[in-house]
């Protein structure tokens, strides 16, 4: 059973060291930034909002390049979608092109 110390310091150290808390585990074993966390999944096919959000830009914007042809795209049942890998690589071709 885990016990708990708690050491404060005498009120004329206080001021020169914070408190000290000491943890007795016994034998069990400490386990340090531990957690189940799990992203989920990106969606390979955007609508013109998730692209906008991952292309840190305007909807409208998005939509207007689309429509422009500058950006990778298609309608789809009168509907923009846009493939998050095309999106990277467009991105990345201008990034690089800018470079040179």
């Known amino acids: 059973m885990p016990r708990i ?24 074993p400490v386990v340090v930034g531990h957690h189940g966390f799990h992203a989920a999944d990106q969606p390979d096919v955007l609508d013109a ?20 042809g500058e950006l990778p795209g298609r309608r789809v049942a009168g ?6 890998r095309a999106l990277l690589d467009w991105l990345a071709a201008g990034a690089a092109g800018m470079s040179s």
Do not use: C, K, M
């Open 79 to 84: 509907h923009w979608r846009f493939a998050r």
């Open 5 to 28: 110390t708690d050491q404060a310091p005498t009120p004329a150290a206080s001021a020169s060291r914070p408190s000290r808390i000491e943890i007795n585990l016994g034998d069990a």
């Open 49 to 68: 909002a998730q692209a906008a959000e991952l292309l840190a830009a305007d909807e409208h914007a998005i939509v207007e390049l689309a429509e422009a």
